[in-house]
């Protein structure tokens, strides 16, 4: 666990950023005086770090912890933090060489893969550069998906380095391409996933068909969604928006919307029955997984058609201990654990009534009586002003867990 210390004093502070700057300033290692010019002092840098990865500015945290090591070497706090950026910055670092790629690069499969190997220092680093590339460059083919006329475009992998446009048999078949020719053990896999056109207790058929890719690395193949990282579909209209999530997703996660016509691409120790995969509502995994919420549990309660919380998108790292299903009992008490370093509180919100934590350490703590009608868990992150929603539950009153409905 990291914490705030002044680097003058060696206390561990564990107020808001703002109060940190103050408590930093009165030890003596804190901001200049107003009209005093002076160059920044690590805890000050160390404060911006912070504050940049509450917002979820990896780039500019990572550079605001290195430069707090570097005016302040050896200091723990410090060097713990940076180590948790460093792996985000290499890998924003090779991101940012993808998509650096000239025209003369990305005439053909063999050029682009030349170029985007040169970068890559193991098969892990190739199929990440590739990634990046290909979400970034290649856009939906939404016209031909509603229309379903595939016959007017040609989607093998030269057509679509072309035209710059696919479906998702079309990514697939580029990413298996370059893929190989940059020496990864690539494959294209086909199957049904509860995308875009997917509705609850539809039957899944071929028009409800997809492709995605895996990769080898080491003795295990990892799946990748290079259509779903590249953006989503909006009416008629293709929203470019670069999604990392489905760049070597756990398998355990990735076939809760994916399913493969073959059982062992499942890439898992016991392999999913279809029925059981068609039984599972449709759920919005990633932030899940970002508050760290148990697959196990996630796969349990979707068996017993119980519905999952819902989980709002955040940027900071944050970790939960909390129920995973939304419906609460509202005869029984319940208690959240929201961990993070970049957060300065957590709150739960019923019926315009607020429920305040207690803080230890990087750590807040709730502990209410489940309550009918809506239960908000709320959070504020170093920097910000206003709360926002982290988990929405149902309070219901007594009696089973409320079955979802088809």
């Not at 996933?193 to 068909?209: I, N, T």
């Not at 961990?339 to 709730?366: N, P």
Request: aromatic share 10%; proline share 5%.
């Amino acid at each position: 666990m990291i914490r705030f210390h002044c680097p003058s004093c060696g206390m561990a502070l564990s107020a808001s950023a703002i109060a940190c700057a103050y408590i930093v300033m009165i030890c003596g290692e804190g901001v200049a005086q107003q009209g005093r010019s002076t160059r920044p002092k690590p805890a000050e840098c160390y404060i911006s770090a912070l504050q940049h990865l509450a917002r979820g500015d990896y780039k500019e945290a990572h550079e605001a912890a290195r430069q707090a090591n570097k005016l302040r070497p050896n200091y723990k706090p410090y060097e713990q933090l940076l180590a948790k950026l460093e792996p985000i910055a290499q890998r924003d670092k090779l991101r940012d060489y993808a998509l650096a790629a000239g025209k003369d690069d990305e005439v053909s499969v063999e050029l682009l893969a030349r170029y985007l190997k040169k970068e890559a220092k193991d098969d892990e680093s190739k199929a990440w550069l590739l990634y990046c590339w290909v979400t970034d460059r290649i856009a939906y083919d939404v016209k031909s998906f509603l229309s379903g006329d595939y016959t007017k475009k040609d989607y093998s992998p030269a057509g679509v380095l072309k035209q710059r446009l696919a479906v998702c048999d079309g990514y697939s078949k580029l990413f298996t391409a370059v893929g190989k020719e940059m020496g990864l053990d690539a494959v294209s896999i086909a199957g049904h996933a509860k995308g875009f056109g997917y509705r609850e207790g539809v039957e899944l058929d071929d028009k409800l068909g997809h492709a995605w890719n895996a990769v080898k690395i080491g003795d295990k193949w990892r799946p990748i969604d290079a259509t779903w990282g590249a953006g989503s579909v909006d009416g008629e209209q293709f929203k470019k928006a670069f999604n990392d999530f489905y760049f070597f997703p756990p398998p355990q996660a990735f076939i809760l919307s994916h399913y493969p016509k073959k059982p062992e691409e499942q890439f898992l120790d016991t392999a999913i029955a279809l029925d059981q995969f068609k039984s599972w509502r449709k759920v919005a995994i990633r932030p899940l997984l970002k508050c760290e919420f148990a697959l196990s549990a996630i796969q349990d309660k979707l068996t017993h058609n119980i519905r999952i919380v819902e989980a709002f998108p955040v940027a900071c790292p944050i970790k939960v201990q909390a129920p995973v299903e939304q419906e609460l009992d509202s005869r029984k008490r319940y208690t959240i654990k929201v961990e993070s370093l970049v957060l300065s509180d957590m709150a739960i919100l019923h019926a315009g009534k607020w429920y305040f934590s207690t803080k230890r350490g990087d750590a807040f703590t709730c502990t209410f009586r489940g309550m009918e009608g809506e239960i908000m868990v709320l959070i504020k992150p170093f920097g910000q002003k206003e709360y926002m929603s982290l988990l929405k539950y149902q309070g219901v009153k007594g009696g089973d867990p409320v079955r979802a409905t088809k």
